[in-house]
C-alpha cells in the first residue's frame, strides 16, 4: 500500500489575495468566483475587478462553495443560503460552548 503525501499552505484569516490568486488556491475558473461574487457568496475588497482582495475566510467560503456545487450539485442561490446557514449553526455552537464554559466556573 503506497502512501499519500498531501501538501497545503496555511492562510490566516487577515491574508488577502487576488481573484487570479483565489482561483488558483481553489482550483476553479476565474469566471465561477465572479459569480460567487454576484451572487453575495463572496464580497470582496475593492470596487474594481482588478482592484478586488479576497480575505482568508473567503478561500474557506469558495472552497466550501465549489465542493457544494460539484458534490450535491447545489445551484449558486443555494450555496448562498447553505453557507449562510452552516456559518450560523457555527456561531450558535461557539456561543452555547462559551455558555457551557462560564457556566462550569
Wanted: glycine share 6%; proline share 1%.
Amino acid at each position: 500500500m503506497g502512501k499519500k503525501v498531501l501538501t497545503g499552505v496555511i492562510v490566516e484569516e487577515s491574508a488577502e489575495l487576488s481573484l487570479t490568486e483565489l482561483s488558483h488556491a481553489c482550483s476553479t475558473s476565474t469566471e465561477w468566483l465572479i459569480e460567487l461574487v454576484d451572487e453575495g457568496v463572496l464580497e470582496p475588497a475593492g470596487r474594481l475587478q482588478t482592484q478586488w482582495r479576497f480575505s482568508g475566510s473567503s478561500l474557506k467560503r469558495a472552497r466550501t462553495a465549489r465542493r457544494l456545487y460539484e458534490d450535491l450539485n447545489i445551484n449558486l442561490s443555494g450555496i448562498a443560503l447553505a453557507l449562510d446557514l452552516m456559518e450560523e449553526i457555527e456561531a450558535m455552537r461557539e456561543r452555547l460552548r462559551r455558555l457551557e464554559t462560564s457556566d462550569s466556573t
